[in-house]
Protein backbone atom coordinates (compact mmCIF):
# COMPACT_ATOMS: atom_id res chain seq x y z
CA UNK A 1 0.00 0.00 0.00
CA UNK A 2 3.24 2.48 0.90
CA UNK A 3 5.31 2.59 -2.64
CA UNK A 4 8.41 3.79 -3.62
CA UNK A 5 9.49 3.54 -7.00
CA UNK A 6 10.29 5.49 -10.18
CA UNK A 7 9.14 4.67 -13.39
CA UNK A 8 9.57 8.35 -15.23
CA UNK A 9 13.21 7.26 -16.81
CA UNK A 10 13.21 8.79 -20.47
CA UNK A 11 10.84 6.93 -22.48
CA UNK A 12 9.10 4.93 -19.46
CA UNK A 13 5.39 4.04 -18.85
CA UNK A 14 4.53 7.37 -17.04
CA UNK A 15 6.74 9.75 -19.63
CA UNK A 16 4.31 8.02 -21.87
CA UNK A 17 1.08 8.62 -20.24
CA UNK A 18 1.91 12.37 -20.06
CA UNK A 19 2.46 13.04 -23.02
CA UNK A 20 -1.65 14.40 -24.16
CA UNK A 21 -2.24 16.02 -21.02
CA UNK A 22 1.36 18.28 -21.92
CA UNK A 23 -0.02 19.15 -25.14
CA UNK A 24 -3.71 20.12 -23.84
CA UNK A 25 -1.59 22.07 -21.37
CA UNK A 26 0.28 23.54 -23.76
CA UNK A 27 -2.84 24.46 -25.73
CA UNK A 28 -3.98 26.06 -23.17
CA UNK A 29 -1.09 28.39 -22.62
CA UNK A 30 -1.20 29.04 -26.33
CA UNK A 31 -4.35 29.25 -27.52
CA UNK A 32 -4.15 30.61 -31.18
CA UNK A 33 -0.44 31.72 -31.37
CA UNK A 34 2.19 33.55 -28.90
CA UNK A 35 1.28 36.77 -30.19
CA UNK A 36 3.98 38.95 -28.22
CA UNK A 37 6.68 36.51 -29.48
CA UNK A 38 5.44 36.58 -32.90
CA UNK A 39 5.28 40.39 -32.74
CA UNK A 40 8.59 41.17 -31.52
CA UNK A 41 10.78 38.49 -32.16
CA UNK A 42 12.39 37.08 -35.88
CA UNK A 43 10.83 34.19 -37.19
CA UNK A 44 14.59 32.76 -37.90
CA UNK A 45 16.00 34.25 -34.46
CA UNK A 46 18.13 31.20 -32.61
CA UNK A 47 18.89 31.52 -28.96
CA UNK A 48 20.56 29.13 -26.02
CA UNK A 49 18.03 29.27 -23.02
CA UNK A 50 19.97 28.70 -19.72
CA UNK A 51 17.51 26.85 -16.62
CA UNK A 52 19.07 27.40 -13.52
CA UNK A 53 18.22 27.25 -10.05
CA UNK A 54 17.34 30.73 -7.86
CA UNK A 55 17.54 28.72 -4.35
CA UNK A 56 18.17 25.59 -2.92
CA UNK A 57 16.34 22.75 -3.15
CA UNK A 58 15.89 18.91 -4.38
CA UNK A 59 15.51 19.22 -8.29
CA UNK A 60 12.37 17.37 -9.91
CA UNK A 61 10.63 17.41 -12.79
CA UNK A 62 13.39 17.70 -15.74
CA UNK A 63 12.48 14.66 -17.90
CA UNK A 64 9.47 16.73 -18.16
CA UNK A 65 10.93 19.87 -19.23
CA UNK A 66 12.46 17.74 -22.15
CA UNK A 67 9.15 16.50 -23.06
CA UNK A 68 7.58 19.78 -23.13
CA UNK A 69 9.86 21.04 -25.07
CA UNK A 70 10.25 18.34 -27.70
CA UNK A 71 6.19 18.81 -28.33
CA UNK A 72 7.07 22.30 -28.85
CA UNK A 73 9.47 22.01 -31.74
CA UNK A 74 11.28 18.40 -31.87
CA UNK A 75 14.42 20.42 -33.50
CA UNK A 76 14.88 22.24 -30.10
CA UNK A 77 18.15 20.45 -28.63
CA UNK A 78 17.96 19.77 -24.17
CA UNK A 79 21.06 19.24 -22.75
CA UNK A 80 20.48 18.33 -19.13
CA UNK A 81 22.75 19.41 -16.58
CA UNK A 82 21.13 18.15 -13.32
CA UNK A 83 18.90 14.41 -12.80
CA UNK A 84 15.78 14.55 -10.64
CA UNK A 85 16.72 14.00 -7.18
CA UNK A 86 19.82 16.00 -6.73
CA UNK A 87 20.15 18.46 -3.85
CA UNK A 88 20.84 21.75 -5.94
CA UNK A 89 21.86 25.11 -4.43
CA UNK A 90 21.34 28.49 -5.61
CA UNK A 91 22.94 29.53 -9.44
CA UNK A 92 23.03 25.59 -10.31
CA UNK A 93 22.80 25.28 -13.97
CA UNK A 94 19.95 22.83 -14.50
CA UNK A 95 19.21 21.80 -18.36
CA UNK A 96 20.40 24.07 -21.20
CA UNK A 97 18.40 24.59 -24.51
CA UNK A 98 19.28 25.57 -27.87
CA UNK A 99 16.90 25.97 -31.17
CA UNK A 100 14.30 28.37 -32.00
CA UNK A 101 13.54 31.66 -29.53
CA UNK A 102 10.54 30.81 -30.88
CA UNK A 103 9.62 27.59 -29.36
CA UNK A 104 11.93 28.46 -26.20
CA UNK A 105 9.73 31.09 -25.31
CA UNK A 106 6.45 29.18 -26.41
CA UNK A 107 7.40 26.15 -23.95
CA UNK A 108 9.37 28.32 -21.21
CA UNK A 109 6.00 28.74 -18.73
CA UNK A 110 4.74 24.89 -18.83
CA UNK A 111 8.25 23.89 -18.62
CA UNK A 112 9.01 25.99 -15.73
CA UNK A 113 5.83 25.71 -14.24
CA UNK A 114 6.49 22.12 -14.20
CA UNK A 115 9.60 21.99 -12.54
CA UNK A 116 9.21 24.70 -10.43
CA UNK A 117 6.09 22.94 -8.63
CA UNK A 118 7.75 19.04 -8.55
CA UNK A 119 10.65 20.61 -7.31
CA UNK A 120 8.69 22.11 -4.88
CA UNK A 121 6.90 19.10 -3.61
CA UNK A 122 10.21 16.92 -3.32
CA UNK A 123 12.07 19.60 -1.66
CA UNK A 124 9.54 19.72 1.15
CA UNK A 125 8.97 16.04 1.08
CA UNK A 126 13.14 15.91 1.58
CA UNK A 127 12.68 18.26 4.59
CA UNK A 128 9.90 15.92 6.33
CA UNK A 129 11.95 12.84 5.48
CA UNK A 130 15.38 14.47 6.78
CA UNK A 131 13.59 15.51 9.80
CA UNK A 132 12.25 11.87 10.41
CA UNK A 133 15.59 9.90 10.37
CA UNK A 134 16.21 10.13 14.17
CA UNK A 135 13.29 7.24 14.09
CA UNK A 136 11.65 4.51 11.48
CA UNK A 137 8.48 5.50 10.35
CA UNK A 138 8.39 5.96 6.55
CA UNK A 139 6.92 9.56 5.51
CA UNK A 140 3.67 9.01 3.18
CA UNK A 141 1.51 11.66 0.50
CA UNK A 142 -2.19 11.50 0.70
CA UNK A 143 -4.63 12.13 -2.14
CA UNK A 144 -4.39 16.01 -1.57
CA UNK A 145 -3.07 16.37 -4.31
CA UNK A 146 -3.69 18.92 -7.20
CA UNK A 147 -6.49 17.83 -9.65
CA UNK A 148 -4.99 15.88 -12.83
CA UNK A 149 -1.39 16.29 -11.68
CA UNK A 150 -1.63 13.56 -8.95
CA UNK A 151 1.00 10.54 -11.46
CA UNK A 152 3.22 13.83 -11.22
CA UNK A 153 3.40 15.28 -7.42
CA UNK A 154 2.89 11.69 -5.97
CA UNK A 155 6.29 11.25 -8.65
CA UNK A 156 7.94 14.22 -6.64
CA UNK A 157 7.25 13.00 -3.67
CA UNK A 158 9.41 9.55 -4.14
CA UNK A 159 12.16 11.54 -6.03
CA UNK A 160 11.96 13.70 -2.34
CA UNK A 161 12.88 10.68 -0.43
CA UNK A 162 9.08 9.89 0.55
CA UNK A 163 6.54 7.04 -0.38
CA UNK A 164 3.34 6.77 -1.21
CA UNK A 165 0.19 6.10 -0.39
CA UNK A 166 -3.25 4.22 -2.06
CA UNK A 167 -3.10 6.42 -5.55
CA UNK A 168 -7.06 6.77 -5.39
CA UNK A 169 -10.14 5.41 -4.05
CA UNK A 170 -9.55 1.58 -6.07
CA UNK A 171 -6.63 0.34 -4.53
CA UNK A 172 -7.22 -0.13 -0.93
CA UNK A 173 -9.89 0.28 1.40
CA UNK A 174 -9.65 3.00 4.31
CA UNK A 175 -12.26 3.71 6.39
CA UNK A 176 -12.63 6.92 7.71
CA UNK A 177 -15.18 8.85 10.06
CA UNK A 178 -18.05 9.44 7.65
CA UNK A 179 -17.65 5.80 6.47
CA UNK A 180 -17.88 4.68 9.96
CA UNK A 181 -20.99 7.04 10.58
CA UNK A 182 -22.79 5.91 7.77
CA UNK A 183 -21.94 1.82 8.30
CA UNK A 184 -22.75 2.15 11.99
CA UNK A 185 -19.32 1.25 13.83
CA UNK A 186 -16.08 0.62 13.03
CA UNK A 187 -17.00 -3.00 13.42
CA UNK A 188 -19.73 -3.35 11.06
CA UNK A 189 -17.78 -0.75 8.28
CA UNK A 190 -14.77 -3.06 8.03
CA UNK A 191 -16.88 -6.76 7.99
CA UNK A 192 -18.88 -4.86 5.51
CA UNK A 193 -15.64 -4.21 3.50
CA UNK A 194 -13.79 -7.63 4.16
CA UNK A 195 -17.03 -9.05 2.63
CA UNK A 196 -17.11 -7.10 -0.88
CA UNK A 197 -13.39 -6.84 -1.43
CA UNK A 198 -11.03 -9.62 -2.42
CA UNK A 199 -8.55 -11.02 0.36
CA UNK A 200 -5.85 -9.66 -1.11
CA UNK A 201 -6.86 -5.98 -0.51
CA UNK A 202 -5.93 -4.21 2.75
CA UNK A 203 -8.03 -2.10 4.49
CA UNK A 204 -7.21 0.79 7.17
CA UNK A 205 -9.40 2.10 9.37
CA UNK A 206 -9.43 5.85 10.84
CA UNK A 207 -9.31 6.01 14.50
CA UNK A 208 -9.36 9.05 17.02
CA UNK A 209 -8.99 7.01 20.85
CA UNK A 210 -7.23 3.61 21.38
CA UNK A 211 -11.07 2.19 22.33
CA UNK A 212 -11.31 2.94 18.05
CA UNK A 213 -8.32 1.56 17.83
CA UNK A 214 -8.59 -1.40 19.67
CA UNK A 215 -12.02 -2.13 17.74
CA UNK A 216 -10.67 -2.00 14.48
CA UNK A 217 -8.32 -4.58 15.35
CA UNK A 218 -10.74 -7.11 16.59
CA UNK A 219 -12.78 -6.47 13.69
CA UNK A 220 -9.54 -7.44 11.13
CA UNK A 221 -8.17 -4.04 9.80
CA UNK A 222 -4.92 -4.24 8.80
CA UNK A 223 -3.57 -1.01 9.44
CA UNK A 224 -4.82 2.17 11.76
CA UNK A 225 -4.63 5.81 11.32
CA UNK A 226 -4.17 7.31 14.29
CA UNK A 227 -5.96 10.79 13.39
CA UNK A 228 -4.78 14.04 14.76
CA UNK A 229 -3.90 12.47 18.24
CA UNK A 230 -1.21 13.69 20.77
CA UNK A 231 1.96 12.46 20.21
CA UNK A 232 1.66 11.16 23.66
CA UNK A 233 -1.47 9.25 23.08
CA UNK A 234 -0.04 7.79 19.85
CA UNK A 235 3.08 6.21 21.97
CA UNK A 236 0.28 4.91 24.54
CA UNK A 237 -2.28 3.66 21.92
CA UNK A 238 0.91 1.88 19.34
CA UNK A 239 2.03 0.36 22.93
CA UNK A 240 -1.13 -1.29 23.11
CA UNK A 241 -2.47 -2.16 19.47
CA UNK A 242 1.62 -3.98 19.21
CA UNK A 243 0.47 -6.33 22.46
CA UNK A 244 -3.13 -6.96 20.44
CA UNK A 245 -1.36 -7.63 16.77
CA UNK A 246 2.59 -7.32 16.81
CA UNK A 247 2.83 -6.99 12.55
CA UNK A 248 -0.13 -4.40 12.32
CA UNK A 249 0.69 -1.31 10.50
CA UNK A 250 0.66 1.66 11.89
CA UNK A 251 -0.27 4.94 10.80
CA UNK A 252 0.05 8.80 11.95
CA UNK A 253 -1.67 11.57 10.26
CA UNK A 254 -3.28 15.07 10.51
CA UNK A 255 -1.31 17.78 11.77
CA UNK A 256 1.84 16.78 11.12
CA UNK A 257 4.34 19.84 10.59
CA UNK A 258 7.92 19.04 10.70
CA UNK A 259 8.75 20.11 14.21
CA UNK A 260 6.99 17.09 15.45
CA UNK A 261 8.28 14.63 12.90
CA UNK A 262 11.23 13.68 15.04
CA UNK A 263 9.39 12.97 17.73
CA UNK A 264 6.21 10.62 16.19
CA UNK A 265 9.02 9.03 13.68
CA UNK A 266 10.17 7.72 17.67
CA UNK A 267 6.48 6.85 19.15
CA UNK A 268 6.31 3.55 17.33
CA UNK A 269 4.65 4.08 14.11
CA UNK A 270 5.83 2.63 10.83
CA UNK A 271 3.78 5.74 8.71
CA UNK A 272 3.35 9.08 9.14
CA UNK A 273 1.33 10.60 5.81
CA UNK A 274 1.50 14.63 5.23
CA UNK A 275 -1.07 16.10 3.36
CA UNK A 276 0.81 19.14 3.37
CA UNK A 277 3.57 17.53 0.56
CA UNK A 278 1.10 18.27 -2.08
CA UNK A 279 -1.29 20.77 -1.02
CA UNK A 280 0.74 23.22 0.99
CA UNK A 281 4.25 23.28 -0.61
CA UNK A 282 6.08 26.03 -2.36
CA UNK A 283 6.94 26.20 -5.83
CA UNK A 284 11.05 26.13 -5.98
CA UNK A 285 12.79 29.43 -7.86
CA UNK A 286 13.72 28.11 -11.00
CA UNK A 287 14.67 30.64 -14.15
CA UNK A 288 15.27 30.63 -17.59
CA UNK A 289 17.50 33.09 -18.81
CA UNK A 290 18.18 33.74 -23.08
CA UNK A 291 21.56 34.09 -24.55
CA UNK A 292 21.27 34.78 -28.31
CA UNK A 293 22.95 32.92 -30.52
CA UNK A 294 25.37 34.76 -32.50
CA UNK A 295 26.66 33.71 -36.11
CA UNK A 296 29.61 31.47 -35.64
CA UNK A 297 27.85 29.98 -32.58
CA UNK A 298 27.00 26.36 -32.68
CA UNK A 299 23.96 24.63 -31.77
Known sequence: MFEK????????????A???QLREWLAEDIGSGDITTMATVPAGHRSRGIIHAKQAGIVAGLPLVRLVFEVVDEHLNLNLQAYDGDRVERGTVLAIVEGSTHSILTGERLALNLLQRLSG????????VSAAQGGTAKIVDTRKTTPGH?????????????????FGLYDA?????????????ITAAVQGAKSRIPHTM???????????????VHAGAHIIMFDNMSTE??????????????HIVLEASGGIVPERVAEIARCGVDVISVGGLTHSFLALDISLDLNEVKKGDHL
Not at 150 to 163: H, N
Not at 233 to 246: F, G
Open 5 to 16: HSDWEIGGPAIT
Open 18 to 20: VKQ
Open 121 to 128: IATKTYEY
Open 150 to 166: RTLEKYAVRIGGGYNHR
Open 173 to 185: VMIKDNHIKAAGS
Open 202 to 216: MIEVEAETLAQAEEA
Open 233 to 246: AMTTAAKAIRALAP
